[in-house]
Structure formats: C-alpha cells, structure tokens
Nanobody
Framework: QAQVVESGGGVVQAGDSLRLSCAAS???????????MAWFRQSPGKARELVAAVSWSGATKNYADSVKGRFTVSRDNAKSTVYLQMDSLKPEDTAVYYCAANRGGFGIMTLTESGYDYWGQGTQVTVSS
C-alpha cells in the first residue's frame, strides 16, 4: 500500500516562511524516482487547486501564478521526499495543503488532480495578518 505523508504545517504570520515535507513509501510505488509529485491546497468553500508540481527527474516544475516567486518545490529522490518551501506567506495562502504522487513510470507531469494516484491526509497552514 502506498503512503504519502505531509508534515510541516503550522500557524505563522504574514511574511514568514514554512517548509512542508512529503514522504512517500509503499510497494505500489514502482519507484519514487519515477513518480511525478505535486502539492495542492484547499481553502474553506473553495475547490482544491494546484500549488506546484515537479516531474520525476526534478527538471520540470510548475507553479500556480499566485505563488510564483514565493514558493519553491524540490525533491530528494534518495529520501523519497518532496518539499515545498513557502516564503513571504500571505493570509490568502491559508489552506490545507495536500501532497500527491502518481504511480510512477517516468510519465509526463500533469497539473490536474486526475493525474495523481496517491494523496496525503493534508497539513494545515494558517497565515495571520
């Protein structure tokens, strides 16, 4: 059974930074290093949206316009972990952040929820003004 577990959320003030981590494990992953990974977020009353995605190699990254220049996604395949460094946080970044992974196989990175097979339980990020 594949598992994706987020950590690192919390309550911060506007302008602060946080780093989220997402550890992936399980036999159903063909290989973490062949899996595209993504971070999504959902605020109350809003649909879940893509925040950032990173391809299996780490060479391709995509960011939502609202976080470009402030958030950085990275991965450490040796640790089967993906990170989301969030700087200059704003109150509108408040949401539950979810990590997602596809099954693997060196596929093309997608930007929609349907492209990901495994999801974490989410971690709350709250930014106060």
């Amino acid at each position: 059974q594949a598992q994706v577990v987020e950590s690192g959320g919390g309550v911060v003030q506007a302008g602060d930074s946080l780093r989220l981590s997402c550890a992936a494990s399980g036999r159903t992953f063909s290989s973490f290093s062949s899996s595209n990974m993504a971070w999504f977020r959902q605020s109350p009353g809003k649909a879940r949206e893509l925040v950032a995605a990173v391809s299996w190699s780490g060479a391709t990254k995509n960011y939502a316009d609202s976080v470009k220049g402030r958030f950085t996604v990275s991965r450490d395949n040796a640790k089967s972990t993906v990170y989301l460094q969030m700087d200059s946080l704003k109150p509108e970044d408040t949401a539950v952040y979810y990590c997602a992974a596809n099954r693997g196989g060196f596929g093309i990175m997608t930007l929609t929820e349907s492209g990901y097979d495994y999801w974490g339980q989410g971690t709350q990020v709250t930014v106060s003004s």
